[in-house]
C-alpha cells in the first residue's frame, strides 16, 4: 500500500512565523501535490509538482512557497503565516491514474 | 477552475440510489471521484479517461460525457458506508493539474 506521510496531524503556529510543513512518499511518485480543505470550499490546489525541482502554481498560490529537492519529499512553506491560512492542509502522491491522500495537518494560525 | 458538482448535499435511507454530478466549464480530460469520511482523508474511488468507457466497481459507478464536460457517479442500493464527502477532481487539458468542486455530502440512514 502507498504511504503518504505528513509530518505533524495538529500545528498551532504564531502570525508572521515561516511555517514548513512536510509530505513523504514511498511510491516513487512523479506527482504530489498540496491542498487546503475549508467548510463549504473543498479541496483547493496551492502547488503541485511533477517532478523533482519541477512545480507549477495551483488555483490560490499567494503566501505559500513549495520545494522539491527529493522525489518523495514535497514541501509547503508558508512565507509569513497569517490567520486567514488556517485550515487543513492536505498532501496527495500518485501518477496520473489515482492519488493517494496523507492524513492532513490542522495548521492554526494565532 | 473549481468544477461545480450537485447536489451539495443528500440524505438516503439504506437500499436508495443517488446521482452525483460534476461539470467542467472546460474540455476534459480525465474525472478522478474520491470519499472522505469525517476526520479521515479522501480516498481514490475510480478514474474516468477521456475516450474510456463507464467505470464500475461494486454498485458504485460513473460516467464520463466529453461533449457535455459533465461526469456523473451513481450509487446504488446505497449502504451506511457509502456516508461521507464526494469529491469529483478534473484535469483540464494536458498536463497533471488536479483540482477539485466543493463536494456532495451524502449520509445513508436506517
Known amino acids: 500500500d502507498v504511504k503518504v506521510t505528513q509530518s505533524s496531524r495538529y500545528l498551532v503556529k504564531r502570525t508572521g512565523e515561516k511555517v514548513f510543513l512536510e509530505c513523504v512518499q514511498d511510491?516513487?511518485?512523479?506527482?504530489m501535490f498540496w491542498y487546503r480543505q475549508d467548510p463549504g470550499l473543498g479541496l483547493r490546489l496551492i502547488y503541485f509538482?511533477?517532478?523533482?525541482?519541477?512545480?507549477e502554481k495551483g488555483d490560490i498560490p499567494e503566501g505559500y512557497s513549495v520545494s522539491r529537492e527529493k522525489k518523495e519529499r514535497f514541501s509547503l512553506i508558508l512565507e509569513s503565516a497569517s490567520t486567514n491560512q488556517t485550515s487543513m492542509y492536505l498532501c496527495a502522491s500518485g501518477r496520473s491514474d489515482g492519488y493517494t491522500f496523507g492524513s492532513g495537518t490542522r495548521l492554526t494560525v494565532v | 477552475q473549481q468544477p461545480v458538482q450537485s447536489p451539495q448535499a443528500v440524505i438516503l435511507r439504506e437500499g436508495e440510489d443517488a446521482v452525483i454530478n460534476c461539470s467542467s466549464s472546460k474540455a476534459l480530460y480525465s474525472v478522478h471521484w474520491y470519499r472522505q469520511k469525517h476526520g479521515e482523508a479522501p480516498v481514490f474511488l475510480m478514474i474516468l479517461l477521456k475516450g474510456g468507457e463507464q467505470k464500475g466497481h461494486d454498485k458504485i459507478s460513473a460516467s464520463f460525457n466529453e461533449k457535455k464536460q459533465q461526469s456523473s457517479l451513481y450509487l446504488t442500493a446505497s449502504q451506511l458506508s457509502y456516508s461521507g464527502t464526494y469529491f469529483c477532481g478534473t484535469v483540464t487539458g494536458g498536463g497533471n493539474k488536479l483540482t477539485f468542486g466543493t463536494g456532495t455530502q451524502l449520509k445513508v440512514e436506517l
Open positions: 511510491m516513487d511518485h512523479e506527482n
Open positions: 509538482s511533477y517532478d523533482v525541482k519541477m512545480k
